[in-house]
Nanobody
């Protein structure tokens, strides 16, 4: 199991930056995939970015070139640097961890952090 705690959300103006953090209760290196998802008002939860234990990174098309996912194994913390934010990026952002054990995938979620992009 793993507990995830997000931080760093808030109100930001369009075009501005924001960095989200996700602290994990166990070594991030022991987690198969860590990532960020978001859920906007009236929308389904969607993948934003994810990074595998082997350092493969996948971004959703709508954030390519604007967002950067990274992690600090020593701090067991994952980050999402968001630049050039748009009003449509407004959503609750969730940290996710996928642990694969004997061909079964276990999903763990943080509590979410609100990001609001507005002038």
């Amino acid at each position: 199991q793993v507990q995830l705690v997000e931080s760093g959300g808030g109100l930001v103006q369009p075009g501005g930056p924001l960095r989200l953090s996700c602290a994990a209760s166990r070594s991030i290196f022991s987690i198969n995939v860590t990532g960020w998802y978001r859920q906007g008002p009236g929308k389904q939860r969607e993948l934003v970015a994810e990074i595998t234990r082997g350092d493969s990174i996948n971004y959703a098309d709508f954030v390519k070139g604007r967002f950067t996912i990274s992690r600090d194994n020593a701090k067991s913390t994952m980050y999402l640097q968001m630049n050039s934010l748009k009003p449509e990026d407004t959503a609750v952002y969730y940290c996710n961890a996928k642990i694969i054990d004997y061909a079964l995938t276990y999903d763990y979620w943080g509590q979410g952090t609100q990001v609001t992009v507005s002038s």
